[in-house]
């Protein structure tokens, strides 16, 4: 039987409340509250809405005392709240009413709330997708991060240049968490290990307390509500008074300095030195505080400790949480009495283990001594892990080689399941990173294609579509994605169609409206809007885009008065800081928009915006005005991308390669509707091989060639016009992700597209198809599969 937890508000009531909250929450009157106040006070009001689901789920799971499953993931990349509450519950109309009666504007009120963004990209947002999902299906699931004081850093472009700056969001009130100081636990590092009476035991020599804050994630319809429990890190002692009395003022606040840093700042990525003990410790200490936290909630069940797998299913969101295993191990052994052996064991039927890249340098591996020196007792634990495999399977698959621990070899030897992103990515997985450990462990590895919410990515976030989808089918499309096959004959009527492009147009102009308030920057709605969102990163060839965008400059210069395809070509995304590659690219791209939007000959026809400090809220704006979709990255590359479903579900067109689930995307939205170019995995492999590719595929482009000699000669730098030759010169040496081979067969796609734009009719019901087709990449059906494959719970187990 399901819960009936809807809540039920009218417009007075849930007016009532704001005020309420307005007056009592936040001590202000209606004459004198801020943007902010109205804000505050309406998210609390809906806050109030979430807590009887949140309560029933909660008890049903205790009652019930079923499987639990807990999601360890360094990153959840939010984005803001306030309207994905109101539309989880169903109040947003009600609170768009309530709002405008008090003679507010509800977009925004709502738009004043700071991003969440505790993640760097696709790997954080999946995780904030899956919340959304596990609420929605009703499975009883915590997830488990850190709280991070600050997000992802802010972008913003000083001369064409990415410059960073740290981001507050937490200087504000966060309004949906709930303190919980009696959930906190004592989290040690370094010190040393004794024997005593044959047991082990750590003296750590340093120690802070993981402290926790709750948010409530409810799902579609309030049927049910989960918990997203972060860690913050704090000082056992937070003041040294004696330190203090002696005149030591910077000496007595050490303690809490200290510990703080732990949960400061979130890692834009893992690629400098300096801070790699402080990044080790990050993970260490939201994973121990998570296992603590799960053995503490299935202790107080009353369950026998070696039935663990049956009540606990814990998900390693990449290897960031890896140190899980040997956490696990230590803690059946040294504080369970649990034999090693068994400990090993029944930790694996617990641990599951996504693999989100297949990239070498993404792959975490930490120094020998710097590991052993941060967590002794766990590196005693992983020597006994990796005996215990090589005793069981043979091989020479070894954790600890070369001087490092490898944290993807002691994910996948402490998982009893691990999956892949993508059903390429799972089979290149079993091919290259983890072949080895494949051929031992042939039933472990499995696919779990990525999906996304529809409830934020559709539905929340496109509301023109929304409702003509709505009137169309019916309305139970947003937890049963799949049955926006319905739209299918739709497509055929050309009444249909022209709703369906209005409700494009009209994002269009919304987008291009936002963009004018918030940059000046004027875009013509009447153009192709040609969009890539996404972390700046060579395998993503955001530079392919752009030399393609120079080529496409120089035609429309060569022939004023050909018939081109006006298009706005739009850029998101930022950096890691320390990538100076992507930078330069950042740089360039800047660089050549504005000598491209000032050319009195094309700028009708060609435009270049990068709006700087791309996030999930620029992401809502962007992806429902979109028309086309640029998925280009290295065949083999991109584990799955979950962007490009977002692009297809909202009914922009795609312009990709065979990479990632962009194959699957095709697949289902049939390869006529999807614009193809490039080499497959197999060719990027082997083209390699071949000597000198690149600077041969530039000799037989005369077009690529041309534009490279371009940057070269500083046409985009006037100012500095060597500022680019290194970066022509990798592109003839050292082209890695093959932007010179898959140049010309991009440009030859672009072209295509173009055409296919023109006639209007066929694309728009290229469009209908795409959103008709893409429901199988709801992140509900990725969960449906974890759950089946992976947790062994049922969707519902909750209920
Ligand atoms: C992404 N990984 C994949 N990593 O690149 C993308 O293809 C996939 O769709 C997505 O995961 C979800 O499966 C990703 O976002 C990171 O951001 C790492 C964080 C830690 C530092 C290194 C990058």
Known sequence: MPLDTTPRIDEATLRAEILRHLNFSLGK???????????????????????????????????????????????????????DVAVNLRVEETAMAAMAALGQDYATVVADEPDAALGNGGLGRLAACFLDSLSTLGIPAYGYGIRYEHGLFEQHFEDGKQIETAEDWLTQRHVWEFERPEARYEIGFGGHVTEEGGKSVWHPGETVIAWAYDTPVVGWQAKWANTLRLWAAKPERIFDL??????????????????????????????????????????????????????????????????????????????????????????????????????????????????????????ETWPEDLFARVLPRHFEIIREIEKSHVEAVGG???????????????????????????????????????????????????????????RRWLYSCNPPLRKLIDGTIGTD???????????????????????????????????????????????????????????????????????????????????????????????????????????????????????????????????VVYPDNYNVSMAEYLIPASDLSEQISTAGKEASGTGNMKFALNGALTIGTLDGANVEIREHVGAENFFLFGMTAAEVVARRDVPDFARKAIEASPRLKRVLDQIDAGAFSSSDKGRYGSLVRRMYEHDYFLVTCDFDSYFEAQRVVDGAYRNREDWVRMAVLNTARMGWFSSDRTIAGYARDIWGVDRGDGV
């Open 29 to 83: 009157d209606e004459a004198h509250a801020s943007v902010y106040d109205w804000r505050v006070a309406l998210s609390l009001s809906l806050r109030d809405m979430v807590i009887a689901p949140w309560f029933a789920s909660t008890r049903a799971t205790y009652e019930k005392k079923g499987k639990r499953v807990y999601y360890l993931s360094m990153e959840f990349l939010i984005g803001r709240l306030v309207e």
């Open 242 to 363: 004696e330190s203090f009395n002696r005149g030591d003022y910077e000496g007595a606040s050490q303690p809490e300095t200290l510990a703080r840093t732990i949960s400061r700042v979130l890692y834009p990525d893992d690629t400098t030195d300096i801070g790699k003990e402080l990044r080790l410790k990050q993970e260490y200490f939201f994973t121990a505080a998570s296992i603590r936290d799960l053995l503490r909630r299935f202790d107080s069940e009353g369950h026998d400790i070696a039935d663990l797998a049956d009540k606990v299913a814990i998900q390693l969101n990449d290897t960031h949480p890896a140190i899980a295993g040997p956490e696990l191990v230590r803690m059946l052994v040294d504080v369970y009495g649990m034999p090693m052996a068994q400990a090993i064991e029944t930790a694996r039927g617990s641990l599951a283990y996504t693999n989100h890249t297949l990239l070498p340098e993404a792959l």
């Open 396 to 454: 020479d698959v070894r954790i600890l080689a070369d001087g490092v621990v490898r944290m993807g070899e002691l994910a996948f030897i402490m998982a009893h399941k691990v999956n892949g992103v993508s059903a390429l990515h799972t089979e290149l997985v079993k091919e290259t990173v983890f072949a080895d450990l494949h051929a031992a462990h042939p039933d472990r590895i499995v696919n779990q294609t990525n999906g996304v919410t529809p």
């Open 477 to 607: 499309w947003p937890d049963d994605l799949e049955q926006l096959r319905k739209l299918e004959p739709h497509a055929d009527d050309a009444g249909f169609r022209d709703a369906y492009q209005a409700a494009k147009d009209e994002n269009k102009a919304t987008l291009a409206a936002w963009l004018k308030e918030r940059d000046g920057t004027v875009i013509d709605p009447n153009a192709m809007f040609d969009v890539q969102i996404k972390r700046i990163h060579e395998y993503k060839r955001q530079l392919m885009n752009l030399l393609e965008t120079v080529a496409l400059w120089n035609d429309i210069r060569d022939d004023p008065g050909g018939d081109w395809t006006p298009r706005v070509k739009i850029f998101g995304g930022k950096a890691a800081p320390g990538y100076v590659v992507a930078k330069e690219i950042i740089h360039l791209i800047n660089d050549v928009a504005k000598t491209i939007n000032t050319d009195p000959k094309t700028r009708d026809l060609l435009q």
